[in-house]
């Protein structure tokens, strides 16, 4: 399988927050030739190790904003909470994909009120999340449940991966199963090496709900070392100054000085900084400081860890329609592989 299509087989799996068991096993089929062990921890983190010592970590979190099923009105319709953060904007007349409690899939639309009925103040207005209505297709509660829909089932707005043009590729979970490919490759890449620490990759769950997963796994793992990788918030666009451009697409992974949840040590930038200038790979900085990342949690664990971000650079992130270029994706992967092969520098 080549990258693109990696990236699509990890992008179009389910793995809504907390619901993640299905691109775990993508992952799982992935890695697992090249790792010692695989493990599934309570809150669904899928923990991947190989080799002995000190423990070096890389995070991705597999999981992706979505939605759970809140209530369902007696008519048919079901109402939704957020798992994860939404822009209320954007949420209107799109498809949605449910997970029932058997693993079945049941798809419907988010309805629209016809714009022919609505008053000039009304068709201004933002659709609060609370008040949007899903359809499908059932006429009653009791028909909704016959399809197997429940109160707690978790849904997706599901846009299959698309490829744009060559190299320009769409899907609705680059952020985080950008980062997830980028981790599983350096496995693969790394794979023959040997290196002379733990090789530690967490695939995390529950990022999205608040960077659950990664703090547990670190507290296990307790790591000395610590990268989280990231697909994060290209904004290169009409309308935003560049001041205000965390990332751009098209300049290489993106590593990150701060952003809400860390202010990273700088001895680690200045190494990332080291490796990928010896490396001959383009980067950029994410900008301060936008943003949380698991390296927040990571980094608290146990008395503190060292702990840093590398990103690869996506736009229209918490959207169906997230984008990223190719190369971008194949430069952070160098970075990461390069990084890994003199960790032990750092330890
Ligand atoms: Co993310």
């Known amino acids: 399988m080549n990258l693109e299509k990696k990236l699509q087989a990890l992008s179009d799996a389910f793995g809504v927050a907390g619901f993640e068991d299905e691109v775990r096993e993508v992952l799982r089929d992935m890695v697992s030739p ?9 809150l669904g983190n899928l923990t991947c190790s190989r080799g002995s010592g000190d423990a070096v970590m890389l995070d991705a979190h597999m999981d992706e904003v979505g939605f759970m099923v809140r209530w369902i009105e007696k008519e048919g319709y079901l109402r939704l909470t957020g798992l994860g953060g939404w822009d209320e904007r954007i949420l ?3 498809r949605l994909t449910l997970k029932t409690r058997d693993g079945g899939k049941v798809h419907g639309v988010i309805g629209t009120t016809p ?6 103040d009304e068709r201004g207005k933002v659709v609060p999340l609370e008040d949007l209505f899903v359809d499908v297709g059932a006429r009653s509660r009791e028909e909704a449940e016959e399809i197997g829909v429940r109160i707690g089932d978790p849904a997706t707005i599901h846009y299959p991966f698309q490829r744009i043009r060559e190299g320009y ?17 350096a496995l693969r890449i790394l794979a023959e090496e040997k290196l002379p620490y733990r090789l530690v990759v967490n695939f995390a769950a529950c990022e999205e709900g608040g960077l ?24 290169d666009m009409p309308g935003v100054p560049e001041a205000k451009q965390p990332v751009r697409l098209g300049k290489g992974p993106a590593i990150t000085l701060a952003d809400r949840s860390i202010t990273v040590n700088p001895r680690l930038v200045r190494f990332l900084e080291k490796v990928a200038e010896e490396n001959g790979i383009p980067y950029q900085y994410k900008l301060p400081a936008y943003g949380s990342t698991d390296a927040g949690a990571i980094h608290l664990e146990r008395g503190g860890t060292l702990a840093g971000v590398v990103s690869v650079p996506c736009r229209y992130i918490h959207s169906p329609v997230s984008t990223l270029l190719l190369s971008d994706l194949e430069a952070t992967i160098r970075l990461v592989v390069a990084f890994l092969r003199r960790a032990a520098e750092l330890l």
Request: with cysteine; net charge negative; proline share 5%.
């Open 115 to 120: 714009p022919h009925i609505l008053s000039e």
């Open 169 to 185: 590729v769409t899907g609705k979970a680059f952020d985080d199963r950008a980062g997830c490919l980028v981790a599983a490759e």
């Open 34 to 42: 090249y790792v010692d062990t695989c493990e599934v921890d309570p």
């Open 212 to 235: 659950r997963g990664a703090r547990a796994a670190a507290f296990r793992v307790a790591p000395k070392l610590a990268l989280a990788v990231e697909g994060t918030i290209g904004a």
């Open 92 to 94: 209107l007349a799109h």
